[in-house]
């Protein structure tokens, strides 16, 4: 149990394109998701939280107009990279939270490699 | 601030041997403290976690950690270290148990024969 799924698992793109990376929690309800990118040997930095039905949280220094996110569902959230440089790519790693509030159980998709040409 | 410190971004052991990963926090709150393990361009996978209770906190994969609130530390270990435990490991925080994960830098672990 507790699956998340995202698509594609990888993506080309020349610069100026959108692209469009879903993250699916495959066998249970998630409230919150979460988006995070990590450059090549570095750790995860969180870009923006999702919920449900309303606007994303951005974390400061994510841009809002360029990192779109959309909660439409309570198993589908997804993150279009508008206008895409090729400081863009990086690796996108989605998370949707499993469990009671208060507590933190984050299940990790298997991320999203970009890269723009 | 919360924050995370993974000392050695870099641990080597032959196989066997014990493994032992280090991971510092700070937490202005009763946090709840993670690890993960990150295989080549894959996702990361929960280790273990602690959240109330009991402070040594077993995992998969025969891993455990423990939880030292006077060190403010919550380093990991395996007794004998194996060739596919070879990848990256995250300690990450989350403050009060809401919400976000502080990640931190990440050791990679190298396994020789």
């Known amino acids: 149990g507790a699956v998340v799924s995202q698509h594609p698992s990888w993506v080309i793109c020349k610069s100026g394109t959108s692209v469009k990376i879903e993250c699916r929690s495959l066998?249970?309800?998630?409230?919150?998701m979460f988006w995070y990118r990590q450059f090549p040997k570095q750790s995860l930095m969180l870009m923006a939280t999702?919920?449900?039905?309303?606007?994303?949280?951005?974390e400061q220094g994510v841009e809002k107009d360029k990192f779109l996110i959309n909660h439409a569902s309570l198993t589908l959230s997804t993150l279009t990279v508008t206008s895409a440089h090729p400081e863009d790519s990086s690796f996108y790693i989605c998370?949707?939270?499993?469990?009671?509030?208060?507590?933190?159980?984050?299940?990790f998709g298997p991320g999203t490699r970009l890269t723009v040409l | 601030a919360q924050s995370v410190t993974q000392l050695g971004s870099h641990v080597s052991v032959s196989e066997g041997a014990l493994v032992l990963l280090r991971c510092n926090y700070s937490?202005?709150?009763?946090?709840?403290l993670f690890w993960y393990v990150q295989y080549p361009n894959q996702g990361l996978q929960l280790l273990l976690k602690y959240t109330t209770g009991a402070t040594l906190v077993k995992g998969i994969n025969g891993f455990e950690a423990e939880f030292k609130k006077s060190e403010t530390s919550f380093h990991l270990t395996k007794p004998s270290a194996h060739m596919s435990d070879a990848a990256e490991y995250f300690c990450?925080?989350?403050?009060?148990?809401?919400?976000?994960?502080?990640f931190g830098a990440g050791t990679r672990l190298a396994v020789h024969p």
């Open positions: 998370s949707a939270r499993i469990g009671p509030l208060g507590y933190n159980e984050q299940f």
């Open positions: 066998d249970f309800q998630a409230t919150t």
């Open positions: 937490s202005s709150v009763p946090p709840y």
């Open positions: 990450a925080v989350s403050p009060g148990g809401y919400n976000k994960l502080i």
């Open positions: 999702s919920n449900e039905g309303s606007k994303a949280t951005y």
